[in-house]
């Protein structure tokens, strides 16, 4: 199985080209990185935010995944919004997005990794929901 660290700064780099100046990103999105703990719980692979190194604000959360087998799914989001509710700055409003191409390594340099969601930064914005945790 491949390690989705390695791709999560690729992502990072693409959403903050994509910048929110254009609408493709919450507005004040000035900032993208992760956020973690020393024991890794929680940790949040995409985190939006108005500034580094320390937000004020928290304009969106997400999750990176690659799998091979299964798509990203309500467990999965579940986690997200618990996580996004130990992150300082957001709250119940902040977005939360799966991966913008949740996928599993491609079995040979022609072929094209299996999506679930289509692949590009169009598929960031069009998945992303403000999540609402069920209290």
Request: charged share 25%; proline share 12%; aromatic share 4%.
């Amino acid at each position: 199985m491949a390690d989705h660290r390695a791709i999560e700064p690729v992502i990072r780099e693409a959403l903050w080209r994509l910048g929110s100046d254009d609408g493709q990103l919450p507005g004040g999105t000035d900032a993208i990185g992760g956020y973690w703990t020393r024991t890794n719980d929680p940790e949040i692979d995409i985190v939006g935010a108005d500034r580094a190194p320390i937000a004020k604000k928290i304009t969106l959360v997400g999750s990176v995944k690659w799998l091979e087998k299964k798509p990203f799914d309500n467990r999965d989001l579940a986690r997200l919004v618990t996580h996004r509710s130990q992150l300082p700055g957001a709250d119940d409003t902040t977005p939360c997005s799966p991966s913008p191409a949740t996928a599993a390594p491609p079995t040979s340099p022609p072929s094209r990794p299996r999506t679930s969601m289509a692949p590009g930064p169009e598929s960031v914005t069009s998945r992303a929901t403000t999540c609402r945790s069920e209290r």
